[in-house]
Every structure is written in structure tokens, then in C-alpha cells.
């Protein structure tokens, strides 16, 4: 497929597609340094975090984020109350973030089996 723009060949409709709305249309040109992109939230992100770093603010705890998806994955990692119970020693956590370094704290003082088909050590010994 080739684009009647400027001639370059592309393997796939998709992909000149792609093409002629990033370098011909430009219909999602950022203002300050004229870098195109191929939607608006892609634009947004790209400002986000080149023009406007810490411009993602999280309502929680203040904390500020260069995309949306770092502030997305902050708050369910930091404020989404999960009540996620160690199976080990009964403790309570809040979240997955916390459930695993916990988890990781009890596998680091268990033994250790290895497995004698492919020698890799595992916390549990399970057949």
C-alpha cells in the first residue's frame, strides 16, 4: 500500500492509515513542539508528560504523575482498599502493593526446595 501523499509503501492499511493522520493531516499537532500524534489522548499524554511533567495530580494524596496512566496505577496500588489477608501469619493489608512485599518478607525466611527436574527453587514443595 502506498500513500499518494509522498509515496512511502507500507505493509498494511493500519499502518497507512497511521501514517497520513500523524504526517499529512496533523490534526493532533501539539502547540509547542509541533509533534504529531496519532489521537487526542495520545496528544494529552504526550503534553502530560513532555510540557506539563507532574501535571497529573492524584486528589488523594497529592502525589503528582507525568501521565494518566502513573496516576491510574498509583491509586489502585496506594488507595484501593482491598483487605487482602496473609494466609501465613493472619495480617491485613490494604492493598495488592503491600500484599506482595509481605509475601515476599515470609518467602524470604522460608526454606527453599528445588525441584529435581529442572533444579529451580520454589518456596513450596508440591507434586
Same mark, same amino acid.
Not at 98 to 122: P, W
Given at each position: 500500500?502506498? /500513500?499518494?501523499? @509522498?509515496?512511502?509503501? !507500507? +505493509?498494511?492499511?493500519?499502518? &497507512?492509515? =497511521? #501514517? $497520513?493522520?500523524?504526517? %499529512?493531516?496533523?490534526?493532533?499537532?501539539?502547540?509547542?513542539?509541533?509533534?504529531?500524534?496519532?489521537?487526542?489522548?495520545?496528544?494529552?499524554?504526550?503534553?502530560?508528560?513532555?510540557?506539563?511533567?507532574?501535571?497529573?495530580? /492524584?486528589?488523594? @494524596?497529592?502525589?503528582? !504523575? +507525568?501521565?494518566?496512566?502513573? &496516576?491510574? =496505577? #498509583? $491509586?489502585?496500588?496506594? %488507595?484501593?482498599?482491598?483487605?487482602?489477608?496473609?494466609?501465613?501469619?493472619?495480617?491485613?493489608?490494604?492493598?495488592?502493593?503491600?500484599?506482595?512485599?509481605?509475601?515476599?518478607?515470609?518467602?524470604?525466611?522460608?526454606?527453599?526446595?528445588?525441584?529435581?527436574?529442572?533444579?529451580?527453587?520454589?518456596?513450596?514443595?508440591?507434586?
Amino acid at each position: 500500500m502506498q /500513500c499518494t501523499s @509522498c509515496d512511502l509503501e !507500507f +505493509n498494511s492499511s493500519y499502518q &497507512l492509515k =497511521r #501514517h $497520513v493522520i500523524i504526517e %499529512h493531516e496533523k490534526k493532533f499537532q501539539c502547540s509547542e513542539c509541533g509533534k504529531c500524534c496519532e489521537s487526542g489522548f495520545n496528544l494529552r499524554e504526550h503534553i502530560g508528560s513532555v510540557h506539563q511533567p507532574g501535571a497529573y495530580l /492524584c486528589q488523594i @494524596c497529592g502525589k503528582s !504523575f +507525568n501521565t494518566q496512566q502513573s &496516576l491510574s =496505577r #498509583h $491509586v489502585r496500588g496506594a %488507595h484501593t482498599t482491598e483487605n487482602l489477608e496473609c494466609d501465613i501469619c493472619h495480617m491485613v493489608m490494604k492493598n495488592k502493593q503491600s500484599f506482595r512485599a509481605h509475601q515476599s518478607a515470609h518467602l524470604g525466611k522460608k526454606k527453599k526446595t528445588m525441584c529435581s527436574i529442572c533444579g529451580r527453587l520454589f518456596a513450596t514443595q508440591t507434586m
